[in-house]
């Protein structure tokens, strides 16, 4: 199980290669459960029998079985841009929360993380728009092919802003996704009554999925909202599915508690819950295998199959560092084998 603390032995184009592999992988296999999400959210299903499964068994019989995953391709194509300006944000948001004495508090810790997160869904927000149009689109009568036709299309029908139509949602989400995060990490040590330094991976493991489980469910009716927002365009057959008549945010939020009552914010939190195990196990396994084998590359283990060391490489130099040792003790070897007169 990846530990997803930062690892010296990995270049950051490998970290970021693994990270985007193991997202990409989870997105995949997890895709139908997103369908299911986002359907719920945007009230296509409204009137329907409702669930996961009922919902995915609808569109496999009206679009077929390859419509479960549409809107996956351009989730996973953001990842690495997503991933990357998420990275960088972070960076500097660690350096700005950082005290004279080079400490970061906790709290500081997660500000800095949510406020990466939200940077990076700001730059790549289009894309995530696009996804939403695709999955509620009929995929036998298409109004978009793919990502570029989409991004054409939406800029000349509805103009540059429509990209970014729900965006401000986003930023407001991130308050009671930051509040989660610290109301699950204070209350760790409570729940497995231990230091947090001594748990264990399955522990790890257990707390990023409670933390996903918390954060999301507070954050949901924000989500609600962006994606009636992101999905509605006259330009779309019946609105693009949205089951609710709104003239923005705020009015969208009124609409739907007057229409399906305060409950109606969560629809389709059951399969973004259901989502959650699944989508960070593989994701962690993917991202540990893969950096088994950077690791391998390097140098610092003996095969991608086990974290067997390789013996007398020194774990705590860089990868840059351990090819120029490398470099110079085979040069030495060449040195000391040539003839001498």
């Keep these: 199980m990846a530990t997803w603390r930062r690892d010296g032995r990995l270049t950051g184009g490998q970290r970021l290669l693994c990270a985007g592999l193991a997202g990409a992988l989870s997105l995949s296999l997890t895709a139908p459960l997103e369908l299911a999400t986002v359907l719920a959210q945007v009230g296509v299903v409204r009137g329907l029998s409702r669930g996961p499964w009922a919902t995915g068994h609808r569109v496999w019989r009206a679009e077929g079985p390859r419509a479960l995953w549409k809107g996956n391709a351009v989730a996973c194509l953001r990842l690495f841009p997503c991933s990357a300006v998420q990275l960088a944000a972070y960076r500097k948001f660690v350096v700005l929360f950082t005290d004279d004495l080079g400490h970061i508090s906790q709290w500081s810790s997660i500000m800095a993380g949510s406020l990466a997160g939200m940077v990076s869904t700001v730059v790549t927000y289009p894309t995530d728009l696009i996804k939403t149009r695709l999955i509620v689109q009929n995929m036998l009568e298409p109004s978009y092919r793919g990502l570029l036709h989409a991004f054409s299309t939406i800029y000349q029908q509805e103009g540059f802003l429509a990209l970014y139509r729900g965006v ?64 509605q365009s006259p330009y779309l057959p019946h609105s693009g599915g949205v089951d609710v008549h709104f003239s923005g945010a705020v009015d969208c939020f009124r609409q739907i508690v007057k229409a399906q009552g305060v409950l ?68 030495r070897k060449l040195k000391s084998k040539k003839p001498t007169l």
């Excluded at 986003?170 to 230091?195: C, D, H, Q, R």
């Design 168 to 231: 401000s949602l986003t930023v407001v989400g991130a308050l009671p996704f930051s509040a989660g995060s610290l109301l699950v990490y204070m209350n760790l040590e409570k729940i497995w009554n231990g230091p947090r330094d001594q748990f264990s991976l399955p522990q790890n493991f257990a707390n990023v999925c409670l933390a996903a489980a918390v954060t999301q469910t507070l954050s949901f009716p924000f989500d609600t909202v962006k994606r009636k927002m992101q999905a």
């Design 264 to 331: 109606g914010l969560w629809n389709g939190l059951t399969a973004n819950l259901l989502k959650i195990v699944p989508y960070f196990g593989i994701m962690f396994s993917t991202f540990e295998f893969c950096k088994r084998i950077c690791l391998y590359q390097n140098g610092y283990i003996l095969s991608p199959l086990s974290y067997k060391l390789t013996p007398g490489v020194d774990q705590s130099l860089q990868p840059q560092e351990l090819r120029e040792l490398k470099k110079f003790f085979k040069m």
